[in-house]
T-cell receptor
Framework: EDQVTQSPEALRLQEGESSSLNCSYTVSGLRGLFWYRQDPGKGPEFLFTLYSAGEEKEKERLKATLTKKESFLHITAPKPEDSATYLCAVQISGTYKYIFGTGTRLKVLA | ETGVTQTPRHLVMGMTNKKSLKCEQHLGHNAMYWYKQSAKKPLELMFVYSLEERVENNSVPSRFSPECPNSSHLFLHLHTLQPEDSALYLC??????????????FGQGTRLTVV
């Protein structure tokens, strides 16, 4: 069964304390893996797409990496404005279907 | 306006009411989606349209009825809903349904409460 699991469910960091969020996936075939940021009461905001193992993408303090089984979202020296829920989604090969994880709620304390 | 716009942002309706959610995308995309987001659950794909044709009806109860009159507009018609249908309803669009440009761009959502 195709599945996406994100961990941890929630994470509290001090400002400047770097960490990583994990997205593990089990799918019949990977077309692409997507990271989104979602603020409370708003829709998800697209961050990155990763297509193949070894690929990396960066944006400001965020860096996403991909292996054959999982993806990491590394947050370097986070700021309070990075507080949000981070969602991972996988698109299955040959389909348009996305499978979303339940997200990691990140809180960065000043 | 740019991006994906959803109206209304909040909706409270009784179980016997009929209401509609509206979504408009200004990105020139070919695919549009309705998702349901409930607390502690992953986003659930409800409907997918590509070039105004429905390509997915993901076992959604008939009390939810989508409509896509053109590639920029998407509606979700609601009638005789249940309290468990209370959730955040998200509209999204993507350039393509499959291929390279499939990342979804979401609207702000409609927070629906069924009383």
């Amino acid at each position: 069964e195709d599945q996406v699991t994100q961990s941890p469910e929630a994470l509290r960091l001090q400002e400047g304390e770097s960490s990583s969020l994990n997205c593990s996936y089990t799918v019949s075939g990977l077309r692409g893996l997507f990271w989104y940021r979602q603020d409370p009461g708003k829709g998800p905001e697209f961050l990155f797409t990763l297509y193949s193992a070894g690929e990396e993408k960066e944006k400001e303090r965020l860096k996403a990496t991909l292996t054959k089984k999982e993806s990491f979202l590394h947050i370097t020296a986070p700021k309070p404005e990075d507080s949000a829920t981070y969602l991972c989604a996988v698109q299955i090969s040959g389909t348009y279907k996305y499978i979303f994880g339940t997200g990691t709620r990140l809180k960065v304390l000043a | 306006e740019t991006g994906v716009t959803q109206t209304p942002r909040h909706l409270v309706m009784g179980m016997t009411n009929k209401k509609s959610l509206k979504c408009e995308q200004h990105l020139g995309h070919n695919a549009m989606y309705w998702y349901k987001q409930s607390a502690k659950k992953p986003l659930e794909l409800m409907f997918v349209y590509s070039l105004e044709e429905r390509v997915e009806n993901n076992s959604v109860p008939s009390r939810f009825s989508p409509e896509c009159p053109n590639s920029s507009h998407l509606f979700l018609h609601l009638h005789t809903l249940q309290p468990e249908d209370s959730a955040l309803y998200l509209c999204a669009s993507s350039q393509d349904l499959t291929g390279l440009n499939t990342e979804a761009f979401f609207g702000q959502g409609t927070r629906l409460t069924v009383v």
